[in-house]
């Protein structure tokens, strides 16, 4: 659900680039296949371009892959996207607005990928993300999450708090989520946060895994 652009502009071509997938693509992929299990479902939440979507299927070809995100326009590049790989183990997208889970149209899944969507979506789409992942993962599959935060004991850098006024400027609803809240909100959903690792362009991994239904 990050910022994207025409990959050819003024062509008919539907794929679309988001300039920061082909710098943070590799150190995600290196972390998920330490995070995530070696075979099954991982459905990725707001997709967006569908560039992480066709690079992590490929790099991950025990594991079936499944794109999705709620605007028309990026369902049709990652569609695009996934022709022009030709991967096996990558699904067709799914239209799926993460801030209303009962309507998701998948089931039940081994993992939840959301990647750059937390700070560019209202917080309840957030709060629908865990409500869903609850939902269909089993005990300890992982909600892995990456992008921006602010932290209690951390200063936030001079660009991420610059980022989180222009993305306030677009819309009220978006903004960089305070980081202890975000883990509230897991816990609240029967997940807790295993894993934080800072990443390139002051980005964080967060790694949250399914407790025990109760």
């Not at 994207?4 to 502009?9: E, F, I, R, W």
């Amino acid at each position: 659900m990050s910022y994207t652009t025409p990959l050819d502009p003024g062509s008919p071509d539907p794929r679309r680039h988001a300039p920061a997938t082909l710098r943070n693509r590799a150190p995600i992929l290196e972390l998920l296949r330490e995070e995530l299990p070696g075979n099954g479902l991982v459905l990725e939440v707001a997709s967006g371009s569908g560039e992480h979507a066709v690079h992590f299927a490929a790099g991950l070809p025990g594991l079936v892959w499944q794109p999705s995100d709620p605007d028309p326009e990026a369902c049709a590049s990652i569609a695009a996207w996934r022709a022009q790989e030709g991967l096996s183990n990558l699904r067709a997208p799914v239209t799926l607005d993460a801030s209303q889970p009962a309507d998701w149209p998948v089931d039940r899944a081994d993992a939840v990928v959301c990647i750059n969507m937390v700070h560019i979506s209202p917080w309840s789409a957030t709060q629908g993300l865990f409500t869903g992942a609850a939902e269909r993962l089993s005990t300890g599959a992982p909600v892995v999450l990456y992008g921006p935060y602010r932290e209690a004991d951390v200063e936030t850098a001079p660009s991420n708090l610059e980022f989180d006024q222009s993305l306030k400027a677009r819309d009220p609803a978006w903004g960089l989520r305070q980081l202890a809240d975000v883990d509230a909100l897991a816990t609240n959903s029967g997940f807790s946060r295993s894993r934080r690792v800072e990443m390139p362009a002051n980005n964080l991994l967060l790694v949250y895994r399914r407790g025990e239904a109760s």
